[in-house]
């Protein structure tokens, strides 16, 4: 953590850690945050199928952010032992949609440090605004799943899409013109496939676009180089980049 608080960004800069899965640390306008960050090994527990493939980068205890993201509540987006663990709860605010909320307030987390945000619905807080995106839940149990839409004081934009299935709608209801756009390949359990993540980044346009959901368990695994050879074979605008855990992406 220490490295993400002392790496030194310009006023318009911003800069995100992949934290594998579809977790992220992004720092900005002198905000950091972090969006469905896996920090343990939960799912092993019940499922040894589901163990980790790379060691945690981030122990909990170690996490300081000032925002904290939810998209649904499934074990490696919701992990309750990465937040009983993490000792900030009462000082971060958490966004999340309402299962999810009620998932964190049942796990320790302060009511009046989370904010039920669903799509459609708008949180500004200092310095960045947080708009939710429609997403396609991939299960009966996670029906209120939400994208999110972030936009840093300084201009900088990233889209989260959270897993999702796909729909012509999730296109027509995407945001245009992101700047980074993150976005599910693995194609397994309702989630987008390759070819349908990158349907969504035609239609979002963004500079740049980051795969992710396929590294961190076997049975829940892709080949990121498809997502990027499919990229250029399109001839797409957007700049694909397969990222390396807590190695940051700067961008302004």
Same mark, same amino acid.
């Given at each position: 953590?220490?490295?993400?608080?002392?790496?030194?960004?310009?006023?318009?800069?911003?800069?995100?850690?992949?934290?594998? +899965? /579809?977790?992220?640390?992004?720092? !900005?306008? *002198? @905000?950091?945050? &972090?969006?469905?960050?896996? =920090?343990?090994?939960?799912?092993?527990?019940?499922?040894?199928?589901?163990?980790?493939?790379?060691?945690?980068?981030?122990?909990?205890?170690?996490?300081?952010?000032?925002?904290?993201?939810?998209?649904?509540?499934?074990?490696?987006?919701?992990?309750?032992?990465?937040?009983?663990?993490?000792?900030?709860?009462?000082?971060?605010?958490?966004?999340?949609?309402? +299962? /999810?909320?009620?998932?964190?307030? !049942?796990? *320790? @987390?302060?009511? &009046?440090?989370?904010?039920? =945000?669903?799509?459609?619905?708008?949180?500004?807080?200092?310095?960045?605004?947080?708009?939710?995106?429609?997403?396609?839940?991939?299960?009966?149990?996670?029906?209120?799943?939400?994208?999110?839409?972030?936009?840093?004081?300084?201009?900088?934009?990233?889209?989260?899409?959270?897993?999702?299935?796909?729909?012509?709608?999730?296109?027509?209801?995407?945001?245009?013109?992101?700047?980074?756009?993150?976005?599910?390949?693995?194609?397994?359990?309702?989630?987008?496939?390759?070819?349908?993540?990158?349907?969504?980044?035609?239609?979002?346009?963004?500079?740049?676009?980051?795969?992710?959901?396929?590294?961190?368990?076997?049975?829940?695994?892709?080949?990121?180089?498809?997502?990027?050879?499919?990229?250029?074979?399109?001839?797409?605008?957007?700049?694909?980049?397969?990222?390396?855990?807590?190695?940051?992406?700067?961008?302004?």
């Amino acid at each position: 953590m220490k490295s993400i608080q002392q790496l030194t960004l310009g006023d318009q800069q911003a800069a995100l850690w992949f934290l594998g +899965q /579809a977790g992220y640390i992004i720092r !900005s306008a *002198g @905000v950091t945050m &972090a969006i469905d960050p896996y =920090l343990s090994d939960a799912a092993a527990a019940s499922a040894p199928e589901f163990s980790r493939l790379l060691p945690v980068p981030i122990e909990p205890e170690e996490l300081r952010v000032d925002l904290w993201i939810v998209t649904h509540d499934h074990l490696d987006h919701l992990d309750p032992e990465t937040i009983r663990r993490y000792p900030h709860s009462d000082r971060t605010q958490f966004l999340a949609p309402r +299962q /999810a909320a009620r998932k964190l307030e !049942s796990i *320790g @987390v302060p009511r &009046a440090q989370i904010q039920i =945000l669903h799509a459609g619905e708008e949180w500004s807080g200092p310095h960045v605004t947080v708009r939710g995106v429609f997403a396609l839940p991939t299960g009966a149990d996670v029906l209120d799943t939400t994208g999110y839409l972030l936009t840093f004081a300084n201009g900088r934009s990233v889209y989260h899409s959270s897993d999702t299935g796909f729909t012509p709608l999730l296109l027509e209801a995407a945001p245009r013109a992101v700047e980074v756009l993150l976005v599910p390949i693995n194609g397994k359990w309702g989630n987008l496939n390759v070819e349908q993540a990158i349907a969504l980044t035609v239609a979002v346009g963004p500079r740049l676009v980051l795969p992710n959901h396929y590294d961190l368990m076997a049975l829940n695994a892709e080949n990121p180089e498809t997502f990027r050879w499919l990229c250029r074979q399109r001839s797409m605008t957007a700049q694909c980049v397969i990222p390396t855990v807590m190695q940051p992406l700067i961008w302004e």
